[in-house]
């Protein structure tokens, strides 16, 4: 696959982000070519999204607009800051984006710009593979959604159909935050938290 360069602006147009949605499949979702690159794999299976250049995957993990990737830009796309990849020591995750950096980056600054990735892209370069898998980027209700949801159930789907452990842990967890966010509200409209009043201190103690 080639990519060229586009025309970089702060936010994606909306032509950009209509042909990025009109993108993303379901259940007919196309099979990976097994000679993918990271980005493919990446794009299909964190966005199902498989028509795509260089510059609307660089718009699409800018987050915050800045025309340039920082080190911690280039961690939550690889999903490093996810809690899958916990297991791997920080040192690694950093030593991993540094070489990304170093890969694209011309001007030595330290974060790679639109133009740098996207000239780099056309050149042939490609973001590397470190076997961390496609990199989980988003929030739980987003990955549950595209990784499970999409993949085995569907919109008309049923509660009493979402049976399957992926479903339960995530409606538990779903339950624990519920939870902890009604005794959190409750606490708030204490003037006084007992709980934290050390034993010796309180009235009854």
């Known amino acids: 696959m080639m990519w060229w360069p586009c025309e970089r602006t702060l936010e994606p ?3 950009t982000l209509m042909g990025l949605a009109l993108a993303h499949g379901g259940h007919d979702q196309q099979p990976i070519p ?5 980005t493919v794999r990446h ?5 199902h999204i498989t028509n795509f250049d260089a510059g609307s995957f660089f718009n699409l993990h800018d987050y915050d607009g800045t025309n340039e990737w920082t080190l911690d830009d280039i961690l939550k796309t690889y999903g490093l800051r996810h809690e899958s990849t916990d297991h791997n020591p920080m040192f690694e995750k950093e030593k991993a984006a540094k070489k ?3 890969l694209y980056d011309r001007d030595l600054s330290g974060t790679i710009s ?7 892209a056309a050149q042939g370069l490609t973001l590397p593979d470190f076997g961390w898998g496609p990199g989980h980027h988003g929030d739980d209700e987003y990955e549950y ?3 499970h949801f999409e993949k085995f159930h569907g ?9 399957h452990p992926e479903d339960i842990a995530h409606f538990r967890k779903h339950d624990m ?6 005794r959190q509200e409750a606490l708030d409209k204490m003037s006084i938290v007992e709980a934290n009043i050390p034993m010796k201190f309180r009235r009854n103690g």
Not at 34 to 38: E, I, L, N, Q
Not at 114 to 120: L, P, R, V
Not at 156 to 163: F, G, I, M
């Open 13 to 15: 147009s909306i032509t």
């Open 100 to 102: 990304v950096i170093d």
């Open 34 to 38: 097994a000679d993918a690159d990271w």
């Open 155 to 163: 919109d008309d789907a049923t509660e009493e159909e979402l049976t």
């Open 43 to 47: 794009m299909s299976e964190e966005h």
């Open 177 to 182: 935050l519920e939870q902890q966010a009604e």
């Open 114 to 120: 639109f133009a740098e990735y996207t000239i780099g």
């Open 145 to 147: 959604e595209i990784h």
